[in-house]
Structure formats: structure tokens, C-alpha cells
């Protein structure tokens, strides 16, 4: 039996869990903090492609929780949640602990899903995690090898053609950095960067189809079109198999059952309920819990029957109120929970969770994206790419990493890429994008005035708001010990 009496627990370290955490114990809340992963690093999943891409380092898209804790008193345990009994507020780790909580907050996120495709599980490559990035980025630096050295022909235009299943948000972004950046590694080997393929496949008959990103498609399309490697796509197609070498794919409204000769499947479609929210059913009743299993909460993110558990991300379903699957939504509703939970303890009201979007980002190619600020205004090419990733540098969990993670990226906006199309010039083969091409004076532009690229997302107002924004915690400053 662990010692902490009575600490809130948050299970899950993602962007709610985390958010939640830092906002409690920023906003003094008295209690332990419990902060439980089964992972020793956090991941900021909107910029896994600059850590594949090499934009950005391993320790700036995905640091340590000890390094983003340090000074915050707030307990970390890298364990797994076994069991969890909701009405005698227990919670059992996979290493024997256990905790008795006043307050528990569940953010454990979604599993990828693969729909029940054979074979996806065990061949497709999914892109969630930094071991999912790691490997693909492997899995794609030996096809381009291997591509690079072979003779048969029939092989080799195997090896480097890259699949990519689901055309939502992550799957589209996927697509555009891939057709930039594999012709740039394959180059470098040597190889003839045009027989290079990238391939999206989608259920549905259009790409980002019933997304908040809806409204970008126009700009996805004509981003596919000048990239290096133009993208094709294959819409209205069902999936059935996956395998070391090849994907079948089912028109919807054929019976041809077609193949692509494929090495390399990346699956970005769907998703399924965490293991440890379907271990919670039973304890809820059916009636409060949505189609997909996940448990209804009120406006203030509190499970209907356990107002004391808390629950929110893509594990909650907020009745009359379900958001997407966002960063920024993720992170207000840590800063909503945060607030009730120091308001549950203390007996005062509690606050509906109020969620504002302040815009969509993508990214759509090497030194490409769009934002789209408030469903107003769209801002395509380098500006939207400068305005994405200075938002998203914005929001990283604590001041110093965002600084730390500010600083590579102003070098990598100013040197690296300055320094990339001076090396492109020189290598025949390496050729630049339309995009790049178009850019080039911009980017050397950028090694003087890079800096101020900050200030664009201040002046549009996407910056985190007063009172969502995590300070600095006090050095010498202590927490009262728990009542």
C-alpha cells in the first residue's frame, strides 16, 4: 500500500492528463498529484512529422516527463493501470501499488483501431507514438536502401512505393511530407527519385471528409499536386488486407478485389477504445455509455454516476457537447478540470467546459502548411507553415522546453533549411519542389528576420490565452502537505 493518502491520480500523461496536472499544481492545489504512464516520455503529436522528418530533435517533440516535471512536486509513476474500482476509489498499478483517491481523472486517450482488416495490425505501420515514428522512419530508410541496390525493377518500384490508409488530418499530412522528403533520401542514395510512389487510399470519396479540417481539402488537393512527388489518390476504396509486400483494396462499388505491391503500409484510419475504459463498463451502467463504449460526462467533464472521477480527451464522450480530437481542445479541458476539481474540494460551483477553437493547422509538405484562424482566413504555403509551428511551439507543457524547443526551431528555420536548399543546388538529383522552388529567397530570407515569425501568432490571436497559460513554478516554493 502506497503511503500518499487520498492524492488526486490522473491516469494517462498525455496532452489532458498533463495539462491537468501542471494547471493544479500552478493553481496550488493542496493535494498529492499523482501523474500516472505507462511511457517515460510525453509525445506532441502534432509534430511527429518533424521528429521523422528531422525538423525538430527526438528530445524537443517528445521530452522526458522528468524533464518537464522538475520543480513541480507533482509525483510521476511509469506503470500500468491493472484495475480501477470506481466506487471504492481504488487503483491497482502493474507493479503492486495501489492508491486510494479523493479525485481521479481519467486521460488515457484512444487505441489505433484497423477495422478489422487481416493483417493491418501485425504489417501496417501506425503513427501515435515516438516507437511508431522510430520505426518507420527504419522501415523506410531500408526500402530506400534496398530500392537503390537492386536490379529488378518489379522489386524495386515495390520498395519505394508508400501506402498510406485514411485520408483524415493525419493521414493527409503524411502524404505531403512523405512526397517531400523520401525524394530527397533516396537522392542521396542515388536513385531516381521518379520512380518513387505515395499512395493514399480512403473509404470515403473525399479527403478530410466530415473533419473540422473539412475546409482545407481545396488547398490539401492542390498541396498534393506540387509537391515533389506528386501524391495519387485512390478514394472510395475498402481496405481488406495487409501484408509484408503487398494491400488489397475493394472499390465500394466493385467487386474487383485489387493489389498494390507495397513494403510499406502506413495505417492512419480509425481508432478503438482504450482496454482500460472497456475494463470500466461494467461498473457503468449502459445507459451512460455512448455507441462506442466510451462513458458519458457532463458539461464539467464529470463521469454521471462517480462525480468525483473525471474524464475528458478522445476517452469522454461530453454529452451535447463532443469536440475533436485536438491539441487545443485537449489542453482547455485540462485547465476546466484542473478548475473543478479545486472547486469540488473546496465545495464551490462548478464550470461547464468551455471550449473555444481557435483555428485548424496543417502541415502539408516540407516547409508547407496552412492555418486556418478561426474559420476566417486561410494562410497557405511558408506562412502557414511559420504560423502552425510557432503555435504549436507555443503550446508545449512548460516554458522552459517551450524555449528550449523555440530555439531549434528558429535553427532549423534559419540554418538547417537555408543550408538543405544550398546542398539541393548542389546535387542534380535532389530536386526541389515547386513549393521550394517558389521559396527559396523566402527561406534565405528567413536567416535574418526568423525570429520575428512569433509575433504573427500573437498578432492573428492564437496564442494560449491568461488563464490557460501554465507559469513558471517557484524554485524554493513549497505545496502544503495533504489535509
Known sequence: M???TNPTVIVGAGFTGLFTALHLRHQQFVQSIILID??????FKPMLYEFL??????????PTYQELLTGSDITFEQDRVVGIDLKQKRIDLASGKNYTFSHLVLAVGSNQGYLGTTGAEEHAYPFRSREDVLGLKQQIQICLLKASQTTDEQKRRSLLTFAIVGAGPTGVEMAATLADL???????????????????????????????NASLKEIALHSFHTRTIPVELRMGVSVKAVSADQLEFQPVDSSTLETLSTHTTIWTAGTTVNPLLKSLAAQIPADHLDKHGLPLVTPTLQLLDFPSVFAAGDCADVQEHRQPALAQVAYQQGAAIAHNIIALHKGKPLQPAHVSLRGTLMKLGLGNGVANLFDKMQIGGKPGDLIRSATYLEMLP???HNFKATKEWIQEETFHRYHRLKVAEAIPKLVLSPTERRDRPLVKAL?????????????????????????????????PSSP
Do not use: M
Not at 38 to 43: D, E
Not at 183 to 204: C, F, T
Not at 455 to 472: D, S, Y
Open 182 to 212: 523520401l525524394p530527397n533520401w533516396y537522392a542521396k542514395q542515388g536513385g531516381d527519385i521518379h520512380e518513387i510512389r505515395i499512395v493514399l487510399l480512403n473509404h470515403g470519396k473525399e479527403i478530410l471528409q466530415g473533419d473540422v
Open 2 to 4: 502506497n503511503s500518499i
Open 38 to 43: 505507462a511511457q517515460s516520455r510525453f509525445v
Open 447 to 479: 536567416a535574418i528576420v526568423a525570429p520575428i515569425a512569433f509575433l504573427i501568432a500573437t498578432i492573428i490571436g492564437l496564442q494560449t490565452p491568461p488563464n490557460e497559460q501554465i507559469r513558471p513554478t517557484q524554485p524554493n516554493s513549497t505545496q
Open 398 to 400: 512548460t516554458p522552459l
Open 53 to 62: 522528418t528531422g525538423e525538430l530533435p527526438e528530445d524537443t517533440v517528445c
